[in-house]
């Protein structure tokens, strides 16, 4: 049996690989997305849609954009968290700050997060002395503290509220309350392996090892993710329409299974297969109104901090490229002029001066 098993991993290493499951898998969920949005969206009024939008009151909007920044300046931590991790404590926060919404901003709407925002993590990290290794390790920790969050939220909530999931996944509420416990189970289980021993958090083997966060910290790091992901949550909720009532955690559980969605189909934007999630997970709800809500989110959540993010990269690298290499040959400049016009006295040498003998000397 062993051998058996053996050999279909190697041979499914050799012909499909991990890699190409995954964007098999991505492909699936984005067309599946795609295929129920188009379902969903027949027969929907765009003038009802208008008129929902302007039904959002304009307190509640600011509301959510003051949850949106929280979440982001929460968002700013997990790559902070990070760098303290893997020791590189010479980065400062609004580096880091910088990295982490930027690369979470840009990445997230091109699509493809892992290569997107490693790349501008390696762009402005690479400054201080990181290497590509040491970048691979921030997105590493960051990505742990995102799913820690995730899984520890979601647990809570699909255990509290199982039937709020019932409606995405098709499973019933007692299966669904299973599966938290599992996720609520497993993260004990993280604990309790933490704590063995600091030799098993070494992860990784020729030259790539990580050491991860200990027991203490990596509550601090769960935390990280479950104070972003209340922001999000909660900004949502704040747009959702009046009618009919819907409680927060189970508002809780639907937005992070969509979220999660979005986030495994590297979408970008999650454009489709977030909102479709949404959709099919919350049908007490009027098509156009719920769509109106999406829409105000997406426009907070991803238009705006994606354009803010493109304008501070961008006036980054103008300044890099322009500004920098201009002040250093003024710099120069000035030093070779102020060299040459130096005063000859300054740099000719001491004219012999004759020396005056005393007549006792003389004798």
């Known amino acids: 049996m062993h051998r058996l098993l053996t050999t279909l991993g190697r041979g499914f290493k050799e012909r499909i690989g991990w890699k190409r499951l995954g964007i098999a898998a991505s492909l699936l969920i984005i067309a599946f997305a795609i295929t129920t949005l188009v379902r969903t969206l027949k027969g929907v009024d765009t003038g009802v849609i208008l008129i929902a939008l302007t039904d959002i009151s304009p307190h509640r909007i600011v509301l959510a954009a003051l949850c949106v920044i929280g979440a982001f300046c929460t968002l700013t931590f997990y790559d902070f968290f990070a760098l303290r991790t893997i020791g590189k404590k010479h980065v400062p926060y609004r580096i880091a700050a910088l990295s982490s919404f930027t690369s979470y901003s840009i990445g997230h709407n091109i699509g493809a997060t892992v290569f997107t925002g490693g790349a501008i993590r390696f762009r402005i990290y690479s400054d201080y002395g990181l290497s590509a290794v040491d970048v691979a390790k921030v997105c590493f920790l960051s990505g742990l503290t995102f799913w820690l969050g995730n899984t520890f939220v979601l647990g809570i909530g699909m255990a509290l509220h199982p039937w709020a999931a019932s409606a995405m996944d098709q499973l019933p509420p007692a299966i669904n309350r299973l599966i ?82 979005g986030f495994a189909s590297h979408a970008p934007g999650s454009i489709g297969v977030f909102d479709a999630a949404m959709l099919v997970a919350l049908p007490q709800f009027g098509r156009e109104q719920l769509l109106a809500t999406l829409v105000v989110f997406r426009i907070l959540y991803f238009m705006i901090p994606f354009g803010i993010a493109i304008s501070i990269m961008g006036a980054r690298e103008l300044w890099l490229s322009v500004v920098v290499p201009w002040q250093k040959r003024r710099r120069l400049s000035e030093a070779y002029t102020a060299s040459a016009t130096a005063p000859a006295s300054a740099t000719a040498p001491t004219p012999h001066r004759p020396v005056k003998v005393l007549k006792s000397q003389q004798r």
């Open 180 to 261: 938290a416990l599992g996720a609520i189970a497993a993260i004990v289980a993280y604990f309790v392996w933490l704590t063995l021993g600091e030799s098993r958090r070494e992860l990784g083997q020729n030259g790539w090892k990580v050491m991860l966060p200990s027991a203490p910290l990596t509550l601090v790091q769960i935390m990280i993710g479950v104070v972003d992901l209340g922001f999000c949550a909660l900004a949502m909720y704040l747009l959702m329409p009046m009618q009919p009532d819907i409680d927060f955690i189970s508002l809780a559980v639907v937005f992070i299974l969509a979220t999660l969605l």
